[in-house]
């Protein structure tokens, strides 16, 4: 299709018959009168080679050509309006699309209270979720591939702005029938368990066998899972013991029949932050996405 000689009104002619289902609504919508409206639709239907609503006893039913073109164009026309509005930015009728680089800590602890926030507050607001690394996560920021990040990253470049969201404490959880549930968690009792440790990369070791190194002790690996979601349904169902952030054991033991210990040994307090590129500082909806994502931490 020459995009030249094609008239980027009917797109809006398109996205109101999709919303509306009926010509006259959808001219209304637009404030143009039925006819033209009609005339908008022959002109779609020459261009795109394709019926593209079918009239029915329901209304006018869009054709599967119609359906796959839904998405891309109400996208496209979100991110116009969006360039388009310049300073300004009203959560309650925007509509566009946030991208955010998240753990699966964060999915699994934070990502409800902000969809519920959003449902409330910002109907018109689509969010994506990607997995995060720590190291892909500044890559996916500099290059605008999301819009923030979540996680920790001591070793940002200084060029991205953080901001310290919470510290994380960490226990020791396992079901409660567990041989170790009864009493206070010695430190031998704590080494000589079966661990599960949760790795996105796969690794078997981490700051806990450090910590039990400085101490002449080793642990034993027994399983390696790449999601927090998971540790607690596992953890209920086997003999594991597991060291997992304080938040996500308050939030699942209960309903897992799970139990929490404090640590052996004084442990690490682990930094949970947001990252953000400069591009992005001053404008009104990524400072409003912000704003909503510390809420919604705070609030966890």
């Avoid at 009168?33 to 079918?54: C, G, I, Y």
């Avoid at 996208?75 to 699966?104: I, K, M, N, Q, Y």
Wanted: with cysteine; aromatic share 4%.
């Amino acid at each position: 299709m020459n995009l030249s000689r094609f008239d980027l009104n009917l797109l809006l002619v398109f996205e109101a018959l999709l919303t509306e289902r009926h010509v006259t609504r959808a001219g209304r919508r637009l404030n143009l009168s039925q006819s033209a409206t009609s005339s908008a639709l022959r002109r779609l239907r020459e261009a795109l080679q394709d019926d593209l609503f079918v009239r029915t006893a329901d209304g006018m039913i869009p054709t599967p050509r119609a359906l796959e073109l839904a998405e891309p164009l109400r996208r496209a026309l979100r991110d116009v309006r969006s360039a388009l509005d310049g300073g300004t930015f009203d959560p309650l009728t925007a509509e566009r699309t946030f991208t955010v680089s998240a753990s699966d800590y964060d999915v699994a602890l934070h990502v409800p209270r902000l969809a519920q926030r959003l449902s409330k507050e910002a109907s018109g607001i689509d969010l994506r979720i990607l997995p995060h690394i720590n190291v892909d996560a500044v890559a996916q920021v500099d290059t605008a591939e999301v819009d923030a990040a979540l996680g920790w990253f001591p070793r940002a470049p200084q060029r991205l702005h953080t901001e310290l969201l919470l510290e994380e404490s960490f226990v020791c959880v396992m079901r409660r029938g567990h041989r170790l549930a009864g009493n206070l968690l010695k430190l031998e009792d704590f080494a000589s368990a079966s661990h599960l440790l949760v790795t996105l990369v796969g690794d078997t070791s981490g700051i806990i066998d450090d910590l039990l190194a400085e101490r002449g002790l080793e642990r034993r690996v027994a399983m390696t899972i790449p999601h927090f979601a998971a540790a607690p349904s596992v953890l209920a169902h086997s003999d594991l013991i597991a060291t997992l952030p304080k938040r996500l054991s308050d939030r699942f033991s209960a309903q897992h029949g799970l139990i929490a210990r404090e640590l052996p040994f004084e442990s690490h307090r682990t930094r949970h932050e947001m990252l953000w590129h400069p591009r992005v500082d001053n404008h009104p909806a990524h400072k409003w996405l912000r704003q909503i994502i510390k809420t919604a931490i705070a609030g966890a």
